[in-house]
């Protein structure tokens, strides 16, 4: 099957062009070379040392099955060594690609996040009804899109996302045959929160191109592993258009206490309002609570 792949153009700050037929069909698109190598690097540097600052300050969670794993609290906008790189989800490439699948008014409601190492994995919807077919989320299409920017190569190596093509048309998480996305170090990966996926891929070092299960992946010993290309670096956020399905939403992450202490430390003040407005985002608070930790 086709991976979903448009080929950036040799200037990296060229707006990507989304095939959007393919993303509705499969659930998923990625743009080619969104971002320069120099771009990457920078983006890594400055990742570095948000990681860093939070965890001095305790800004951070972690979970006992996954000890590698640095959840980092708080979205993008908390993070002021962002700043001058648009806190990434904000550059242009990334809202040109957002406005083609989902329109022109964006709706960023601080579903942001940084993780650092190496993390979990298990086939997953993030919609609100993933499992019942017959509820509202199923009804008509799906208008919130998860984005996610890799600063390492998966194409060869691990790490990666693994998802079920048009996986996002069914609630049946079991169904569907998976693949692994070849994304590289400035690749920009696109999905319907609708689709089945699961992180943190595992290559094996006889059969790299395999595609497993996560349960077996989880029990691949590390020397059976293609190894990650460096230190695994992801930044995920969520892009929505106006309507039922984010009002549901956010009253489905609204009601989840474990979203609380991250939508307690992101950013909410009037001068990312404004910047935002400019760009064409609209900034809404997720829970009453969102940035009384700044």
């Known amino acids: 099957m086709s991976q979903g792949l448009t080929v950036g153009a040799s200037v990296s700050s060229a707006l990507p062009v989304v095939d959007v037929r393919f993303f509705e069909q499969n659930g998923y698109f990625i743009a080619k070379n969104a971002f320069s190598s120099e771009e990457i690097q920078t983006m890594r540097e400055r990742l570095s040392a948000v990681r860093e600052r939070s965890l001095q300050v305790k800004g951070f969670d972690r979970d006992p099955k996954n000890p590698h794993l640095i959840l980092i609290l708080g979205d993008v906008l908390s993070k002021p060594e962002l700043r001058e790189l648009q ?96 994304i590289q170090a400035g690749d920009l990966a696109m999905w319907n929160m609708r689709i089945t996926h699961s992180g943190n891929f595992v290559r094996l070092r006889v059969a790299p191109k395999a595609c497993l299960h996560p349960r077996i992946e989880r029990l691949i010993p590390y020397w059976m592993r293609v190894r990650e290309q460096l230190e695994r670096f992801a930044v995920f956020g969520t892009f929505a258009a106006p309507g039922i399905h984010l009002e549901r939403y956010l009253s489905f992450v609204g009601s989840r206490p474990d979203y609380k202490p991250h939508f307690q430390r992101s950013a909410f003040n009037e001068e990312l309002e404004g910047w935002l407005k400019r760009r064409g985002v609209q900034l809404l608070r997720a829970v009453p609570e969102h940035g009384s930790l700044i």
């Open 87 to 182: 806190y990434l989800l904000f550059d242009d490439r990334v809202l040109s690609c957002a406005k083609q699948i989902l329109g022109p008014h964006l709706v960023y409601f601080g579903d942001s996040s940084v993780q650092s190492g190496e993390g979990l994995r298990g086939f997953h919807k993030d919609n609100v009804d993933r499992t019942d077919g017959s509820a509202p989320d199923w009804q008509s299409p799906y208008t919130l899109v998860r984005f996610g920017l890799y600063l390492q190569d998966h194409s060869r190596y691990s790490g990666g996302l693994k998802l079920k093509p048009g996986s996002q048309n069914y609630a049946n998480k079991f169904r569907g045959k998976a693949i692994n996305l070849f």
